[in-house]
């Protein structure tokens, strides 16, 4: 039952149970609705209480019903909130631990309300690009005043319900155990003669309600101007105070149905899902068994290996951290000292916390002080050979059942297993720098590399709050064997008529946070630099342009050496447009017979955007990615595509594979073509008139 209705001496207790946050399915709405009805019915009953079961008021509506019939059957959650609200008898809802979106909203039709401290209180609606649509952007703010609320709408952001405590919102905070502290409630305004009060007919209390508004609305253009959603809550909003209640109720409901359909919503929505989506593994059952990460080992101190052992340590893992020589480790270990202080100078850490956190680490120049530990991430030099030499010798010393994972970004994860007599305990699994802040975590899956490991590092990625998404073995795995063709087609447009500044400002106004050469300034231009050579001799077939390592022969490594495709200046990481490179880029044109012409920066999003999206149709052919949402959530998570557009492959779907296709084809037509070998699995979406998403 996804309701448990029972009585307590004159109360009827109605009790949310729809596992894990009770979300407000189908069954959850008619049952509400039944066990008002049921209590109105009785004699008995002078007061209802409605509260939620386990971890959760409600964390609103029920996600495994989005875009299905059942999301929009009757009761829809404004019938039953407009079922609570006239109920003749009181209704207390009892909030503990979450009440978001429709939760918030359901609690809000209630007469009165009861609060544990500690309850998290919310309308993340926006984030999902929609707005509160059952009465949130109209109540909200005659409970709590319009702009605690408009602040709370706009942001989305949850709020702690003793920060609350005196708005209006709740009747009471209870101290002792809710359920007693609201059934007491209960009895006293069931001996109460109605009508109870209706927070919808609370007036929205403001000295300059007009100023305010427009001094919202002016800071929500600036902050998200590439979102909707923002500026619609404020409408809403703004109808409520203008025009009353119901006007405004209308006004909410034209406004939810408008963002439903813009393609930032789509974007939103898509990576809400894509995130969860992302730790479903096809073939490895939800209730795999897993092993037990007690204690983790990381190998190499340096940047990488540094940023590592952060995320174990900041979850309370203790990490035994291992390197060469005694100056590396004290290297190490300082910085992350450093990356902590900054932490608590900021005011994200409390002083007490870093001891805590640096105790949890244990430096050592030994293997054999990492035979206990359950899980053991390799982060040394980015060469096969030096890997074989770490691997060989952690088959000699880690405990049997232990995970071996290599953070190798593109190393054959499968040669690297072969380097141990347990190539079902290995993985890979592949940070972004710098791992302590960025989310994405590749777990790269080896052909031997056992179903509950797998299960293992996927469980342990949500405990150190990454998104982790699964990879099959190849060069590169999904990101950087994507971002490989994007970084060609960057280098060819330079040599067609393009420069770095053009490239850069184009696709950085298409949303990236940074364009391809400001990226690799701040990566360093030697690391591209080392893939091709490696690319030469292993693909000889493949062109690329040459510009690049005419670059690095200069020494021109960027941001490190003060110079790359920008010059730079001493403190300061502002990249400024150098004409030395831009006469360089020129010349290699005229050397290479090589026609410049005018490029628009049109041409510059497809061509980059459009060489992601064929990679990544190649990807999901050969199955190195499951599904296209994991493909995005890479993209969103790891290499700052725009969050708005939902990822490369759902932004072809928005396009239409039509026109991709079309793009590509044209592209392969022209001169530096032969980098574009259409993925067959656009020509045939195309054809059916389908996307990678449905």
């Known amino acids: 039952m996804a309701v448990d209705y029972t009585t307590h001496d004159g ?13 407000l399915g189908l069954s959850t709405r008619a049952g509400i609705v ?6 109105q019915n009785d004699p008995a009953i002078k007061a209802i209480v409605l509260t939620g079961a386990g971890k959760a008021f409600s964390g609103g509506a029920d996600i495994t019903e989005f875009n299905t019939p059942k999301a929009t059957q009757e009761p829809t959650l404004a019938t039953v909130i407009k079922t609570v609200e006239s ?9 503990h631990s979450v009440a978001m979106g429709g939760g918030l909203e359901l609690a809000l039709g209630a007469h009165y309300r009861i609060a544990a401290p500690g309850a998290q209180i919310a309308l993340p609606e926006v984030k999902l690009g929609i707005l509160p649509g059952a009465g949130g952007t109209q109540r909200l703010p005659r409970a709590i005043g319009l702009e605690a609320a408009l602040n709370m709408i706009v942001s989305g952001a949850p709020v702690m319900s003793q920060q609350l405590a005196r708005s209006g919102l709740f009747d009471e905070l209870a101290e002792g155990d809710l359920a007693e502290a609201a059934l007491a409630f209960a009895r006293k305004v069931g001996a109460k003669e109605g009508p109870h009060p209706k927070v919808r007919e609370r007036k929205i209390e403001h000295p300059n309600a007009e100023g305010f508004i427009q001094f919202a609305r002016n800071s929500v253009a600036t902050l998200a101007k590439n979102f909707p959603a923002p500026l619609k809550c ?12 119901d006007k405004g109720l209308a006004v909410e409901r034209e406004c939810f149905v408008a963002l439903v359909q813009t393609p930032e919503s789509r974007a939103l929505r898509h990576a809400f899902f894509g995130e969860r989506a992302a730790s479903k593994i096809p ?23 540094g940023g590592i052992a952060m995320n174990f340590i900041n979850a309370g893992i203790p990490v035994t951290l291992l390197e060469t020589k005694q100056e590396a480790l004290d290297r190490g270990l300082a910085t992350i000292r450093k990356n902590y202080e900054a932490s608590v100078k900021k005011g994200k850490l409390k002083p007490e916390a870093l001891e805590e956190r640096m105790a949890l680490i244990t430096p050592t120049l030994s293997y054999d002080d990492l035979k206990n530990a359950d899980l053991i991430v390799e982060a040394v030099f980015e060469e096969l050979g030096v890997k074989e030499q770490v691997f060989k010798r952690l088959d000699e010393v880690a405990k049997s059942g232990a995970i071996l994972a290599s953070n190798t970004s593109t190393l054959d994860v499968d040669k690297i297993a072969a380097f141990t007599r347990r190539p079902q305990d290995v993985v890979g699994m592949h940070f972004f720098s710098p791992a302590n802040v960025m989310k994405l975590l590749e777990v790269v899956r080896g052909k031997e590399t056992a179903k509950d490991v797998l299960a293992t590092v996927m469980k342990l990625a949500k405990k150190i709050k990454k998104t982790a998404v699964v990879s099959g073995v190849c060069d590169g795995f999904i990101g950087n064997r994507m971002i490989e063709q ?3 087609q960057a280098l060819f447009m330079l040599e067609e008529g393009a420069l770095p500044a053009q490239v850069d400002r184009a696709i950085e106004k298409f949303g990236f946070a940074m364009g391809p050469f400001r990226m690799s300034d701040l990566a360093g231009n030697d690391i591209g630099w080392a893939i091709r050579k490696r690319r030469y001799q292993e693909h000889p077939e493949m062109h690329y342009s040459k510009i690049a390592d005419r670059l690095c022969e200069t020494g021109r490594f960027g941001q490190k050496t003060g110079g790359g495709w920008y010059d730079y200046k001493a403190g300061d990481r502002t990249a400024y447009p150098s004409k030395l490179v831009d006469e360089m880029i020129v010349a290699h044109s005229k050397e290479t017979n090589t026609q410049r012409r005018k490029i628009g920066d049109d041409e510059i999003v497809e061509r980059l955007v459009f060489a992601l999206v064929n990679e990544g149709a190649k990807i999901l052919e050969e199955g190195i990615a499951s599904k296209a949402s994991d493909i995005d959530m890479v993209y969103l998570t790891g290499y700052g595509f725009p969050l708005y557009r939902g990822g490369p492959m759902l932004y072809a779907d928005t396009v ?39």
């Open 11 to 23: 109360v009827a207790v109605i009790t949310l149970n729809n596992p894990p946050v009770n979300g």
């Open 34 to 39: 039944e066990g008002i009805e049921r209590a």
């Open 87 to 95: 109920s003749a008898k009181p209704v207390v809802a009892a909030i």
């Open 234 to 245: 404020i409408d809403a909003v703004e109808a409520g105070v203008k025009n009353g209640f």
């Open 283 to 305: 073939d490895v059952p939800a209730d795999t068994p897993v092993r037990e990460i007690r204690q983790v080992a990381v190998i190499g101190a340096g940047t990488m290996g």
């Open 486 to 488: 994007y970084i060609r």
């Open 656 to 694: 239409g594979l039509y026109n991709v296709e079309r793009a590509i084809r044209r592209y392969a037509s022209q001169p530096n073509g032969d980098a574009w070998q259409l993925a067959p699995r656009i020509a045939e979406l195309a054809a059916q008139g389908r996307g990678f998403n449905g």
